[in-house]
């Protein structure tokens, strides 16, 4: 099935950013949207507004961190709408901070997070994948595993072992039933900075993103443009990132 009308797309980290522009513009245009994440109650006033507009909607809790909420996702999302056809692997949190401040909980939250959340997803999805004969793995990772920058080691690092990890699903999947997209932002304006523990990075990323930032929409298109495309055209990596960014 080529093109984004009628394609079940599950999506996790859909309350804010990336994740909520990304469900709001494949709702527009034909899909029908699984929301997960944490904040419920964010998820039921987009799912609301979404469906005013006549787009099929569901929402349900999810916490990437828990493999049995990922599991969740996809089953009711099934059970729903008869398939998945697309996992938006979104989730994610930016504890970025200097490797000497040894912040480890810092660390293993991103590792629970950004890289055991989008496996719980591929394992979760994997399945029906493989049932149906089709499936899209498409996930955000992020231009500093691309340009590695002081207090971005472990988040980049974990950005490119996720890289990694969709080209090894890509390279045992080519019987052409799963397709795998990285999607690399640079700086896009939404809430991740909230996440970082750090004042004073926080700070200095709220800067950059303030001078820098590209709206979370333009990144929703070119995850929009991954998935339109014919079954058998796979769009491995795309970077999008401000015209200025270094
Ligand atoms: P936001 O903070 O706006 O969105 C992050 C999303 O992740 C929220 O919906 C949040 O939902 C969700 N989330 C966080 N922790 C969990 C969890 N444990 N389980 C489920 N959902 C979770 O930031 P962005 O939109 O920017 O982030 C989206 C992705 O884009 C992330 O992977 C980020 O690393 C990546 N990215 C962002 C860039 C940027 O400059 N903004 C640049 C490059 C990549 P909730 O709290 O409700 O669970």
Known sequence: MSGITG???AITGASSGIGEATARLLAERGAVVALGARRT???DAIAGELRDRGAGVITCRTDVTRRADLDELVARTVAEFGRIDVLVGNAGISKIGLMAEGDVDAWSA???VNLRGVLHGIAAAMPAFRRQGAGHFVT????AG???TPTMAVYGGLKNAVRTILEGL???STDGVIRTTAVSPGYVRTELADSIDDAGVREQIRRSMAELAIAPEAVARTIAFAIEQPDDVEIGEIVIRPARQD
């Not at 955000?140 to 231009?143: E, G, K, Y």
Request: glycine letters at 0%; aromatic letters at 0%; charged letters at 35%.
């Open 7 to 9: 394609k079940v797309v």
């Open 41 to 43: 109650e964010r998820l």
């Open 110 to 112: 991103m590792i629970d």
């Open 140 to 143: 955000t990772v992020s231009t």
């Open 146 to 148: 691309l340009k590695i």
């Open 170 to 172: 890509r390279q045992e």
